[in-house]
């Protein structure tokens, strides 16, 4: 049986009436051994930041959580709304390389005014060798590819995303 | 790399267009440049699982939430969580939230003059059962205007969140209610190109579960994404 799917619609601007979780932004609890923030800020294409978005973190199977939701943390998996000023924090701990890919995580970003989510991946700048040899970063053009790598902050990692404009993050079509 | 299952891209018109010139809030916010083919790798085809835990017991009464009832007409809205080749997606979380019986939202960005109603936050979870089922009671949400264009007015409708098994099934959509006379009038519906997929987007009135002197019913299959390859092989993880 072939069934036709439910089509997206946007989360609309109140979509934290519904998706706010109050621990969502924290994978791992926040004494956990190597955990850094990874936060950023969203862009629209006038450059003005985006307050009503939600940015959802996804890191595939670690032995540390994939049979659970150990230390109350969310199952490698983090949610955070954009507050006023467009940005968001998630406290995770860094996936390890997996399939022959560097360490990664997927990011989902809902917003008003966009009608399907929109996803890219964070790989980090102090894994050169792996991103070096990873599939879906030789899949993207030398030019765009830094819109996928985070930088280096005193508590972890900043990784904007632009949704449009000169410097527009790489989305995929997954 | 194993052979693992990939999840079928939907047929072209299902999802709307990221630019929708119609919904002005698109303009800048959809991406310019096209989208990359991302092959569906361990990350894509594994999800987080979200069950039971996360819930308290009135979170799939949104009638229930306060000592006192909302106001408004109570309604059921039930159905099943399946994917694209027909297997219920079970033991899934499922988010919803609304406006109240006046079409105004608990948020602090709404303030169009209709009361909020004390008793009513509009917002559901709940986890689907063995066989993709799942349940909620809530109010019917009344039409809302927005800035969209001079005199524009959403359809009544419920937002829903779906996570499926999987990152590459993860679903936000909302819900409508049957023969909605807005859904002419509404650019975020009409932005699916497809008819009939628009058409899977609205509810139908299910006698059956209407319970009497109580409640009507609505009935709302969600369709997430099924498997590119027939037979399902565990994943190694
Ligand atoms: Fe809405």
């Known amino acids: 049986m072939r069934l036709g799917e439910t089509p997206s619609q946007t989360v609309g601007p109140y979509l934290t009436i519904g998706l706010a979780w109050d621990e969502g932004a924290y994978v791992v609890p926040e004494d956990t051994a190597g955990a850094v923030w990874i936060s950023g800020t969203v862009y629209d294409g006038a450059g003005d930041t985006v307050s009503d978005a939600l940015i959802e973190t996804w890191q595939g199977p670690d032995v540390h959580w994939t049979r659970g939701v150990p230390g109350g943390g969310f199952a490698g998996f983090g949610r955070c709304p954009t507050d006023g000023g467009g940005r968001y924090r998630i406290l995770t701990r860094l996936p390890e390389p997996v399939d022959g890919q560097a360490p990664h995580l997927d990011v989902s970003v809902f917003a008003r005014g966009l009608l399907d989510r929109v996803v890219t991946r964070v790989y980090f700048p102090d894994h050169e060798l792996a991103n070096g040899g990873d599939p879906v970063l030789a899949s993207v053009s030398d030019e765009r590819r830094r819109t996928l790598l985070a930088r280096q902050t005193p508590d972890g990692y900043a990784f904007d995303i632009r949704l449009q404009g000169a410097d527009e993050t790489v989305f995929f079509d997954v | ?237």
């Open chain 2, 1 to 237: 790399m194993t052979e693992v299952p990939a999840y079928r891209r939907p047929a072209a018109g299902t999802h709307p267009p990221l630019n929708t010139p119609a919904y002005r809030s698109t303009a800048l916010r959809h991406p310019t440049r096209p989208l990359i083919l991302l092959p569906q790798r361990l990350t894509e085809l594994t999800g987080p699982v979200l069950g039971e835990t996360l819930l308290l017991p009135t979170d799939n009464d949104l009638t229930r939430q306060y000592d006192g009832e909302p106001q408004g007409q109570r309604i059921i809205v039930h159905g099943r969580v399946l994917d694209g080749d027909g297997h219920p997606v079970a033991r899934s979380l499922i988010e919803i939230w609304q406006a109240n019986a006046g079409g105004r939202y608990r948020h602090g960005a709404d303030s169009w003059p209709s009361p909020l109603d004390p008793y009513f936050d509009g917002v559901g979870r709940t986890v689907t059962d063995d066989e993709g089922r799942y349940e909620f009671v809530t109010i019917k949400p009344g039409p809302y205007p927005w800035g969209n264009h001079a005199n524009a007015w959403r359809p009544a409708h419920i937002h829903f969140s779906l996570f499926g098994r999987a990152f590459a099934q993860r679903l936000v959509t909302q819900m409508y209610f049957p023969d909605d006379p807005l859904f002419t009038h509404d650019p975020i519906f009409n932005a699916v190109p497809d008819e009939a997929a628009r058409r899977r987007m609205v509810a139908a009135l299910d006698m059956e579960r209407t319970a009497p002197r109580w409640a009507l019913a609505f009935r709302f299959d969600v369709v997430l994404r099924g498997n590119a390859a027939t037979p399902f092989e565990e994943v190694r993880g």
